[in-house]
């Protein structure tokens, strides 16, 4: 399906690759010159580049689902000096499925913060607009060392957004999830020097191509650096144990904020797929498949530990965190596993998964202030009493109560509209979080499990592996619909007398919007799993990504003798 005119993309390729970094960069220069009295101005500004990087991002994906997938590379070098010495921004399938849920997922946020949150504290526009460019720029970059300054970018602005709001909750959390990502980002650099002392270069592809050429005596070395670049990076991806401090702060965090951080563990997903599947392919020698064993494992431990949190947790905003955890750590075991048909599956289950966490964030806060009999006035939800649905039945009779033919009081009480669509939307987050039919998430589960079980080991036998796997995404998604079924008899089914809430439509529109997106993955099942069979294809399949990236040159520049017009010098013989 195209979505904006071909020919125009085509005529501003390569140079709208870096279009989705400088927008939000120059977005957030312009705001931070206007004062925070001028919040309508700032709020239009963020809103208008907000959409127009969703537009760019629709953009490029729609030039990367063009045509053969083997051919749908674009690769800018912005200070046009020789690969591999140069910046090199690489856009290809799967960096423009990430792109794209960045345009939606943050269109989305800002628009449910500009109903209140953008003015809970100062520079959340700007801040906001970072968070957009370092994760963007986390998504193109084609080096270590630029994907480095951009997490901390992405880091930064995380900061800000956590602690937007202020109070005790959020600044202890703030602390421990700073103090966690500092040691990461040390991690990474440490990591990152050792693997330059042993290859020589920072860039992926000429990783990819020098990494076989390693030699025995130097090889040991390469892989403890790749083994402290996997744990920043696993850090970052909520792998257990190292996820302790995402609950924590995600659930303090404001809701537009919880929905945009759910895009930050895959920033680290994202990273282990494209570094393991161009670093450590078969062709990759000796450190061919490095690092999966321990990828498979620790992902189905983050699987299970995200199901028991679930299963644990009482309030919405840690059921959101753990549903992030769940997700990460099936995306991680299925990525470990190194098989293109399981692989592609996980890449349609991303985007969903996101979307349907990013919609139960937002949700959540909804939920709450719908427990406050004033509307505006937030309280801890522990701290109210729940009547049981059962004591309805105890209820004495009023004056002008309904009876049935038999003289019975009719137990029923019209629902407002309110109501009824923060429970319709509750129900639908449910479904895509459980993974439960019709919507995408069932479909992105059983494609998952389809794949685990038509793809047998060589052997030609399913291994122990392979069964524990299939068993802790089955009970993963019971242990999800139990707790968020409890939550929803909690927060929709029990309380009685309470005043329904004021449901403002600018906060609403989103969370509808993301469920929509995911009905949308529904119905077009089969075009998006293709195109996630062809972007899985290509991964497994890394030369092409290096040729393209090795093979660019820098476009000739006039001389200085040319520029003035003057014939050029004679060389001497």
């Not at 957030?28 to 963020?46: D, G, I, M, Q, W």
């Not at 200070?79 to 690489?90: A, E, K, R, Y």
């Not at 949150?117 to 986390?138: E, V, Y």
């Not at 440490?190 to 990783?207: E, F, P, R």
Request: aromatic letters at 10%; charged letters at 10%; one cysteine or more.
């Amino acid at each position: 399906m195209t979505w904006l005119p071909s020919a125009l993309i085509e005529a501003l390729m390569p140079h709208l690759s870096i279009a989705p970094i400088l927008l939000p960069l120059l977005t957030a220069c312009v705001l931070l010159f206007l004062s925070e009295h001028r919040l309508r101005t700032k709020t239009a500004v963020s809103l208008a580049a907000a959409l127009l990087n969703l537009i760019l991002a629709v953009g490029l994906f729609q030039w990367t689902a063009r045509g053969d997938a083997q051919g749908t590379y674009s690769v800018y070098l912005p200070s046009n000096w020789d690969v591999p010495f140069g910046i090199v921004l690489v856009l290809d399938r799967l960096s423009a499925l990430m792109l794209l849920l960045v345009g939606v997922v943050g269109l989305m946020a800002l628009l449910f913060a500009v109903a209140r949150w953008h003015k809970a504290g100062a520079h959340f526009h700007p801040l906001f607009q970072i968070q957009l460019m370092g994760l963007n720029g986390a998504f193109l970059t084609g080096d270590l060392f630029n994907l480095f300054v951009f997490f901390e970018v992405m880091l930064a602005a995380s900061y800000g957004l956590l602690l937007h709001g202020s109070g005790p909750a959020r600044v202890k959390a703030g602390l421990h999830y700073l103090s966690v990502n500092l040691v990461a980002s040390s991690l990474f650099l440490v990591g990152a020097a050792m693997i330059y002392g042993v290859v020589g270069t920072l860039n992926m592809a000429d990783l990819a191509a020098k990494i076989p050429q390693v030699s025995a005596l130097d090889r040991p070395l390469l892989h403890a650096g790749c083994a402290i670049l996997g744990v920043a990076f696993l850090t970052k991806a909520a792998m257990w144990p190292l996820n302790f401090w995402l609950v924590p702060a995600y659930s303090s965090a404001s809701a537009p904020s919880g929905a945009i951080f759910a895009l930050l563990t895959k920033v680290g997903i994202y990273v282990l797929l494209r570094l393991s599947t161009l670093w450590f392919s078969p062709q990759a020698g000796e450190s061919a498949g490095f690092g999966s064993e321990w990828l498979v494992w620790g992902g189905m431990a983050t699987l299970a530990f995200g199901a028991l949190g679930m299963l644990a947790s009482q309030r919405p905003a840690r059921l959101a965190g753990y549903a992030v955890i769940v997700s990460s750590g099936t995306l991680m075991a299925m990525i470990g596993l190194g098989r293109p048909e399981v692989t592609a599956a996980a890449l349609y289950y991303l985007p969903t998964s996101t979307f349907a966490i990013a919609a139960f964030f937002l949700l959540t806060e909804l939920m709450d202030r719908s427990r406050s009999a004033n509307p505006g006035v937030q309280r801890r939800p522990e701290d109210e009493e729940d009547h049981l649905p059962f004591a309805l039945a105890d209820l004495d009779l009023q004056p002008g109560s309904n009876l049935d033919d038999d003289e019975e009081l009719l137990i029923g009480q019209p629902i407002p509209a309110s109501i009824a669509l923060l429970g319709l939307a509750f129900i639908c987050c449910t479904l895509l979080v459980a993974g439960l039919p019709p919507l995408s998430g069932f479909v992105g589960k059983f494609a998952m499990l389809s794949a685990l079980l038509s793809t047998p080991e060589p052997s030609g036998t399913l291994t122990a592996v392979t069964w524990t796997l299939l068993g802790l995404v089955v009970l993963s998604g019971l242990f999800a619909m139990i707790a968020l079924s409890r939550t929803g008899i909690r927060f929709f089914w029990a309380p009685v007398g309470r005043k329904a809430p004021v449901l403002n439509s600018v906060e609403y529109l989103p969370v509808a919007v993301l469920v929509g997106l995911c009905v949308f993955f529904t119905v077009r099942a089969e075009p998006l799993m293709r195109y996630a069979r062809d972007t899985a294809q290509v991964l497994y399949q890394p030369q092409g990504y290096i040729d393209a990236v090795l093979n660019t040159q820098p476009r000739a520049t006039p001389t200085n003798a040319e520029r003035m017009g003057a014939p050029a010098p004679q060389v001497l013989p």
